[in-house]
């Protein structure tokens, strides 16, 4: 079974030896056609020789620069939250990674999260923001992971940088993870750090001065994606605490498993055993029979956890004779939620004050 984080280990260096050093070398030169067509798009854009679409009602944008788990979806939900608790009806775009044929796991995690938010997913975001407003009344549309997605026009862009992965010392793709070059940030109307309890302070404040010293007028936010409770499939609910200085055993297909298996360390578990898949995957029967028979063989205290991005793809309640739970996760910030909050009003003057 293929490793989620292999392409990582790979560009990130981790992977040692001379054959991931030829391929290193040779991802490095084929990352300049991939240079060469973003920044082309992005100049034609940024002339106006391209033009973003416009439409009724303001658009809110949450997205990144790299490939991979950033933590979106979480603040997707933030950010449909706010508006949503203020009376105004939301609706949530996106391109739908990783779906077959139906909703994808965001969206799944989203609609359970948010019931009362639809969420509308396909490759032109135009259109699926015009079915919004003429059809749902939409007065708010939150665009997830669109910040490469210029044919939509957005009143505010929230780009989130994992501070787990500086994005200084990031390689363009395929060499590295990185969408688009830095210089993007300039188009950004806010920076958010997340997952910054998983990094050293030291780490963190010199990501945070590289980005004032290269984009001094881009303000920033601070965060932790704070693990609020554990679900099970049933709707059965327990506090975290119900990992606390126990064995677990815990298995995930995000784009950053290394981040999930931190989050049950942190929660004080003992992590007896882990299994990482592909971003996105779409667990099959074979995957669902193989998990059983890796939690059978489990010691009988072991408690079976993933993430709710995968439990509501999975839809079982146990394995291998044990119940599985899911960590439930929010955004917490740190820093510059204020100035963040603000901005949200701005964009809908006639919210007023919180």
């Not at 965001?106 to 919004?132: K, W």
């Not at 210029?150 to 390689?171: S, W």
């Not at 942190?266 to 028979?293: I, K, M, N, Q």
């Not at 793809?313 to 291998?320: D, F, I, Q, T």
Request: hydrophobic share 40%; glycine share 10%.
């Amino acid at each position: 079974m293929p490793s989620a984080d292999s392409f990582h280990d790979l560009v990130s260096g981790r992977r040692r030896g001379p054959l991931a050093s030829l391929t290193r070398a040779g991802l490095w030169w084929a990352r300049l056609p991939y240079a060469v067509g973003v920044g082309v798009r992005n100049r034609l854009f940024d002339s106006g020789r391209k033009h973003a679409a416009r439409v009724p009602v303001p658009v809110v944008c949450v997205g990144n620069l790299t490939l991979g788990g950033t933590g979106k979806t979480p603040m997707v939900e933030y950010v449909a939250r706010f508006y949503r608790e203020r009376d105004k009806a939301v609706a949530i775009l996106s391109r739908g990674y990783g779906s077959t044929g139906g909703a994808n796991d965001e969206a799944l995690v989203l609609e359970e999260n948010l019931p009362d938010v639809p969420h509308l997913q396909g490759a032109d975001r135009v259109a699926l923001a015009n079915t919004a407003v003429e059809e749902l009344e939409s007065e708010i549309l939150v665009l997830d992971d669109g910040y490469q997605h210029r044919k939509l026009y957005r009143d505010l862009d929230i780009v989130l940088l994992d501070a787990t992965r500086p994005v200084h010392r990031e390689y363009l793709f395929p060499r590295g993870l990185l969408r688009e070059s830095v210089t993007g940030l300039k188009r950004a109307g806010v920076a958010v750090f997340t997952r910054c309890d998983q990094v050293p302070p030291e780490s963190l404040a010199e990501q945070r001065a590289w980005l004032t010293e290269r984009f001094p007028a881009l303000p920033q936010a601070t965060c932790v994606h704070q693990p609020m409770e554990v679900v099970g499939i049933d709707g059965a609910t327990a506090g975290v605490e119900l990992l606390k200085g126990k064995p677990v055993a815990g298995f995930c297909g995000v784009g950053n498993p290394d981040s999930f298996r931190r989050t049950l360390t942190d929660l004080g578990a003992t992590v007896l055993d882990f299994r990482a898949f592909p971003d996105h995957h779409p667990y099959t029967r074979e995957d669902v029979d193989s998990l059983r028979a890796w939690a059978a063989k489990l010691p009988a205290d072991t408690i079976l956890v993933t993430t709710q991005k995968d439990s509501v793809k999975l839809r079982v309640g146990e394995l291998g004779g044990r119940p599985l739970w899911a960590v439930r996760v929010g955004v917490r910030f740190t820093s510059g939620e204020v100035e963040l909050r603000t901005m949200l009003r701005e964009v809908l003057p006639d919210l007023g004050d919180d």
